[in-house]
């Protein structure tokens, strides 16, 4: 509500540069067309990395129901601690991405995931909140590295365009994932539904990952 009353109080700019030409549609999107095909690897960059970090993050969303087995006080400790985490996360954000790029840390949170992932097979209340606690900060900590090195890839008059190409692709993969994660889930239990995503996980660190080079 905060948001939508700062936005109504903003005016657009009434003075404009001299012999200013608007871009269409059809130029914005042409733009967009030769920009995947002039770097190819890109768009396989924005494809992968939007799937298997939506992967990561669904623990954060399906442990959520399985939270009804703790007391209110635990719960609101928990999400505190996340919030804290997340906080902690885009700090180290801030010091790692000075060093590393995006396609390093992806290389390094997607295993650790995947190891995460494999410890619900145990199915202990104190695993799971080890396990959404740490998969939620590893998120927090990925997606402002993430976001740095996307925008340098891209020209200045297509960046906007392209950030929303790449926030469509990430919507668009959740929306086929989750369903088909909670379908797996109550087929195969909340436990081993998420062990067999770290299996995953880790074969595709093993394997697939070198196609983001």
């Given at each position: ?7 109504s109080l903003m005016k657009e700019p009434k003075v404009k ?39 990561t993050s669904m623990f954060y969303f399906y442990y959520q ?80 590295i993430y976001n740095n090195d996307i925008q340098q890839e ?60």
């Amino acid at each position: 509500m905060l948001a939508i009353l700062v936005i109504s109080l903003m005016k657009e700019p009434k003075v404009k540069v001299k012999n200013e030409v608007s871009s269409t549609f059809s130029d914005i999107f042409k733009s967009v067309i030769t920009t995947l095909k002039v770097n190819p690897k890109l768009i396989r960059w924005m494809l992968i990395s939007q799937t298997l970090i939506t992967f990561t993050s669904m623990f954060y969303f399906y442990y959520q129901n399985e939270m009804v087995q703790l007391q209110s006080w635990q719960i609101s400790l928990m999400m505190l601690a996340s919030c804290l985490i997340n906080i902690f996360g885009v700090w180290m954000a801030s010091k790692i991405g000075e060093k590393w790029t995006s396609r390093q840390v992806f290389k390094i949170i997607i295993p650790i995931s995947a190891f995460l992932f494999l410890l619900a097979i145990l199915a202990n209340p104190r695993i799971y909140i080890f396990i959404f606690l740490i998969s939620d900060g590893l998120v927090a900590m990925f997606f402002p590295i993430y976001n740095n090195d996307i925008q340098q890839e891209f020209e200045s008059h297509i960046r906007a365009t392209m950030l929303s190409v790449n926030a469509m692709i990430g919507s668009l993969i959740m929306i086929f994932i989750f369903p088909l994660m909670g379908m797996i889930i109550d087929y195969l239990s909340f436990s081993i539904s998420f062990m067999y995503l770290g299996i995953f996980l880790l074969l595709v660190s093993i394997g697939i990952l070198k196609i983001t080079e």
